[in-house]
């Protein structure tokens, strides 16, 4: 894996495994979807632009330079989380690229029925037209950490404290499991090394993992929506436990220290 492009590059899971994959001197190539330039926006390209293996390009570029030895990822999981997943709608970027394979990071409630029909039939139709492609599809439940957007009840009640509430969209995490993103995207990338192409479902393999972060934040039952999802396992997936070494208070307190220095 020499060369990889990330749509939605500056995203929140993309952006961590980005930051990940060019520590090990891999050379990215970033497909920024967002139209809107913005502050965190600015910051981002901040972190990540000084690194002579990052580089900026649009999805027409993208496809005309392939030489069909990157490796393409797409965070669904991203886009579903903050209300953009009409981007799934251009299927172009998927038919048209010459990608070795493609590695799409998707919501864990795929695997369930907690998911909004409309989203889940673009989603599935996405998901369709990709088919043939080798493909990585990794199911993720919440993931937590610095640059959590604020659609995720975790980084809206940090942000509530700050007094820099926005109105609350709606829940659309899952309720039930939560990983830390440094340790996710560890095991992400081990995923895409290892270029076997399936279905995997990411998890911390603890009991109420969701819950004990959100007690920790300070939210109660009557904030959230109490679930008990079963994942309806369809065709073969393959389970696989993150490894935690990061205590839930240091790796929340990291992501509300971020927020007071991005928001103060």
Known sequence: MDKVVIAGVFDFVNFHV??????KGIEVKGIQIETEENDILVEKRLEVGRNANFTEASIGEIIKDSDGSETVILSIYDLYMCYKEDFLLNEDFIKKGNWEQLVIFAPSQLLTDEIAP????IINNFLRSAAGKDIHLLYLPTIYGPWQPDTFLFQHKILSEMDRRNP???????????????????????????KRSGRYLLQSGKK??????????GINQQDSTERNVKIIEKGDLTKITVQSSVPIPIALTKQIDHAHRLYR
């Open 18 to 23: 980005c930051k990940a994959l060019l520590d």
């Open 118 to 121: 409309e989203s889940n039939l």
């Open 168 to 194: 609350f969209i709606g829940l659309r995490e899952e309720t039930c499991d939560a990983l830390f993103v440094e340790e996710a995207v560890e095991s992400i990338i081990k995923i895409i090394e290892d």
């Open 208 to 217: 109420n993992q969701w819950d004990i972060c959100a007690s920790f934040l």
